[in-house]
């Protein structure tokens, strides 16, 4: 594994959330540059920030990321989207910039990170499938922080 650098920091309005961009695009494809712009303006008025990090200038590893609360996870940061740049993988920018988030959290005074993922779910979902007619599409996750 290359040695790990990097500078995390949180990408702000169109000209830094523009750098994001082709990071985002390998996990959201169906995404027009327009039409990030359009939600990233809209998503940061409801709370979602985004979180880079570069590597000489040009982010490798972006994280979105919105602070909430339920029953269930109290104040949590959940994690929309997580995604290294192809060119970038196999050298932990994604664990680094997780790391970030969660301490971010931690700071915030969060008690859970929270994910979801589209891999298949474990037989243990068997019920919400079956039985109550929901459709297997990802994974949640939550790590105590």
Same mark, same amino acid.
């Given at each position: 594994? =290359?040695?790990m650098t /990097?500078t995390?920091? =949180? @990408? *702000?309005g169109?000209? =830094?959330w523009?750098k /994001?961009f +082709?990071?985002?695009?390998e996990?959201? +494809?169906? @995404?027009?540059?327009?039409?990030?712009?359009e939600l990233m303006q809209?998503?940061s008025?409801?709370g979602?920030?985004?979180? $880079? @990090?570069e590597?000489?200038g040009? $982010?490798? $590893?972006v $994280?979105g *990321?919105?602070v909430?609360t339920?029953f269930?996870?109290?104040?949590?940061?959940?994690?929309y989207?997580l995604v +290294?740049h192809?060119d970038h993988?196999s050298?932990?920018y994604g664990e680094?910039?997780?790391?970030h988030?969660?301490?971010?959290?931690?700071?915030?005074?969060?008690e859970?990170?929270s994910?979801?993922?589209?891999v298949?779910?474990?037989?243990?979902?068997r019920f919400?499938?079956d039985?109550? /007619?929901? =459709?297997?599409?990802?994974?949640?996750?939550r790590k105590?922080?």
């Open positions: 594994m =290359e040695m /990097g995390v920091k =949180e @990408l *702000i169109d000209s =830094e523009l /994001g +082709t990071v985002m695009k996990l959201r +494809t169906e @995404l027009s540059q327009q039409e990030y712009l809209i998503m008025k409801e979602y920030r985004l979180f $880079a @990090l590597q000489e040009v $982010a490798a $590893a $994280a *990321i919105i909430r339920n269930y996870n109290k104040k949590h940061v959940f994690v989207d +290294t192809p993988r050298k932990g680094k910039l997780l790391d988030v969660h301490q971010w959290a931690k700071e915030e005074g969060c859970f990170a994910l979801e993922s589209g298949q779910r474990k037989d243990a979902h919400y499938e039985r109550m /007619g929901y =459709e297997r599409y990802c994974y949640s996750f105590t922080l």
